[in-house]
């Protein structure tokens, strides 16, 4: 019994040692280990010296140098990023891509946050569990701003924050409030975070208004996705000096193309006009088509305050109700802007095309222009539908030439995904009043097809410059191949709708991919499979490396058209400008960190945008709770199932214990639920009836009841 006794001790001793050395970074001797276990008497610290020695000679731990242990097997940690679900737990996503994710209890977090990079003790796996383990160390912080609303008590003050994957409210001290009420929403900055603590301690930073109103709402979300809210004085103050008007100097060097009809086509609300399109009927009976592009790069010089802060934000952010732009507004919507009836400076590709749009020549360089007209979409559309008004012989070939260009594009292989763009009516609050989808018609594919080409053959024609070791660095927009497995799952689900995805070669899947956005235009599951499609692609992302755009079929592809807005697109131009000089390559380390910024920040700020919409939605049906709506079901989680309604495009959730006629669960390759008892099943795809229990606008969440079908 006494041998048990001695055994079970020194298993739960060899088990304390171990989590103390799993946590240190470096050997340890028995006093440390004893001092790390609060024990202070001689002979507990012996019993941990003799656990020591003899867990080094069963190779459980090593004895690194003479009286210091370590643990025996470094394999057992891993470096990774947290992500953390919605109960409390989270998982380590490992640096390495061969790493399976480790399961982390909330318990073993240990003050860990959503995307915060740690280095992880892996236990060892028991049979039939998944990989479990610890944050023993939090190597980089992801952030430490945070958005929420204040509550201020007599003696402390803490702020509930809005982000769903920050669990934790965190403490301020009164003397930190800053000047912040009650209730306000703020930014609040992490300063300390004491281990023993339950909840991190920070400062007031940012007060950003009153909950609710609409301004507050949208600077919250851009400072949750950290995007500042003006430019730094320096930068607006080297904007502020660009002069507006173009001299006799700027034109040195540049084909002047202002006697040429050149216009814009944009958005009906849009100011910053970043591309023009010029126009001319040869004498050979070709057109030569110029897409000129607004020259940035002419007035934002390398490592100037103004290229610092492009480069910092990467791109420029769509809200619901605002641009932000990537420039001051100076160069964004004045000097850069290709407004009418002015001279302005551009990046120019220029093509000769015959009738079946066949390129005869190119040119790319450096331009002026003096656009005679700005069209808006709805304007251009118009000439197209009627045939009449200015510019029509220019814009009709033009539109025929385009129908071309887009009709090789999709026998070449690419993808047409025509997902549906909600837009709101806002009143002067900017409260939504009714919700619309956005229609895209053949002049805005005009343009994007005109676009398209500019950015693929600039992109060629770097890409074949030079081979191999004498390549030249350049900035291209990549898009992988689909993964086999997802779009599997993906061509059996669309099945269930009647629509096949033939997989013999990548031709034929974009072939019936188009076939499926084509048909299913216009119905009620259209926005579902469009969804579900555009996820079991790759993502597009920027790089240095000479790799194809699958979703465009497009051997070369690359970021040409809007300087304004991306800041790729700057260092194209860049680029492109020193290898027509004959300069040499440039550093490709530099142009791929670059690279992956922009890719991150494009990301970042498309959250953003998907969180304004959100937001616009949740408020919308503020006003609908109780009504009862047609929805299809959008997506399936273990905790519940995703329903867009059909009219408004809004989007919420039925959580899966407020289903009360069975116990469901997912079936997650068959994108589904199903009741344990009855095996009722919904189907991503199924139209429901549902009704609006609640929505949180703080949360931007919105809560449907399902109501059960006759």
Known sequence: MAKNKSSHLTKVLTQLISDVLTKSKEALNYKQVSAKLNITDAASRETILEVLKDQAHKGTFIEAEKGKFRLKDLKTFIIGK???????????????????????SARKLHNALHGDKVKVYIYAKKSGRKNEGEVVEILERAKTDFIGV???????????????????????????????????KVQVTITDWPEEAKNPIGKITHILGEQGENDTEMNAILAQYGFPLTFPPEVEKEANAIPEQVTKAELKGRKDFRATTTFTIDPADAKDFDDAISFKKLENGHYEVGVHIADVSHYVIPNSALDKEAYARATS?????????????????????????????????????????NIHNEWFGRTVIHSDR?????????????????????ILKLNELAYILRDKKFKAGAISFESTEVKFKLDETG????????????????????????????????????????????VYRSHDSPNLETLNNFALFASRFGYKINMKSDKEIAKSLNFLMEDVEGKKEQNVLTQLAIRSMAKAVYTTKKTSHYGLAFDHYTHFTSPIRRYPDVMVHRLLASYLNGEKSANEEQYEIASSHSSAMEKRAADAERASIKYKQVEYLEENIGNIFTGIISGVTEWGMYVELIDNKCEGMIRLRDIADDFYVLDEKNYCIIGQRKKKK???????????????????QIDFTLLQNP
């Not at 702020?159 to 209730?183: E, Q, Y």
């Not at 919904?682 to 929505?695: A, F, I, N, R, T």
């Open 82 to 104: 947290v992500d953390i679900t919605t109960d409390g737990s989270g998982y380590v996503v490992p640096d390495d891509e061969f790493e399976k994710d480790i399961y982390i």
């Open 150 to 184: 204040i509550k201020i008590s007599e003696r402390f003050a803490f702020v509930a924050i809005d982000d769903r994957k920050m669990l934790h409210d965190i403490f301020v001290p009164l003397s930190d409030l800053n000047g912040a009420k009650n209730g306000q």
């Open 317 to 357: 952010v769509y809200l619901v109700d605002r641009v932000i732009p990537m420039l001051p507004e100076r160069l964004s919507n004045g000097v850069c802007s290709l407004r009418p009836h002015e001279d302005k400076l551009c990046f120019a590709a220029v093509f000769e095309l015959d009738d079946k749009a």
């Open 374 to 394: 700005r069209f808006s979409y709805e304007e251009a559309q118009e000439v197209i539908e009627s045939k009449a008004g200015d510019f029509a012989e220019e």
């Open 431 to 474: 409260k939504p009043i009714g919700v619309y989808v956005k229609e895209r018609k053949d002049a805005h594919k005009l343009i994007e097809d005109f676009m398209l080409l500019a950015n693929k053959k600039v992109a060629e024609f770097v890409a074949k410059k030079g081979k191999g070791k004498q390549k030249y660095t350049f």
């Open 682 to 700: 919904y189907q991503l795809g199924d139209e429901v009836q549902v009704k609006v229990k609640k929505v949180d606008l703080s949360k931007r």
